[in-house]
């Protein structure tokens, strides 16, 4: 799969759905290396209902999620053989370090999640990611998850 990718081909290598699938475009990728992704940010969003009335603001945490999907993307497009097929081994988060959050993300942003290997293997892969509103840096972190 070359980029853009899109909401279609997302599904495919996601098992993520609504409301919970956190990355709506793939724009750069380098198999087993980094990853460019993006999270539109709107006010239908479902969290901004209680988090926080009148001050809708992202849930760092949810920030961090759709950070980890688009590492999913890279890490599901550098297995071997075809990504697109049917694929009973989901990428799962297994765990963040060094999270730092930087700003507030609102509903009208654009999220740019920025995600580089750091370690890869068979089965378990460390990744680090940030997170930008147009130029500002609003969240990073490292990432480890699994496949299988």
């Known amino acids: 799969m070359e980029p853009p990718l899109y909401y279609q081909d997302i599904i495919k290598l996601l098992p993520h759905r609504y409301p919970f699938l956190s990355v709506d475009r793939i ?13 539109n940010v709107t ?45 009973t081994d989901s990428v799962l988060f297994m765990s963040m370090d060094k999270v730092k959050y930087r700003k507030q993300v609102v509903p009208g942003d654009q999220l740019r999640f920025e995600v580089q290997a750091l370690r890869t293997g068979s089965r378990v892969w460390k990744m680090a990611g940030k997170a930008f509103v147009d130029q500002d840096l609003v969240a990073e972190a490292e990432l480890v998850a699994t496949i299988g």
């Open 27 to 39: 724009t750069e990728i380098e198999p087993g290396k980094r990853v460019v992704g993006i999270k």
């Open 43 to 87: 006010a239908n969003e479902p969290f901004f209902q209680g988090h926080f009335p009148g001050n809708p603001i992202m849930p760092g945490v949810l920030i961090i999620e759709a950070m980890a999907q688009v590492g999913g993307v890279m890490a599901r497009l550098s297995l071997s053989g075809p990504a697109e097929k049917e694929n």
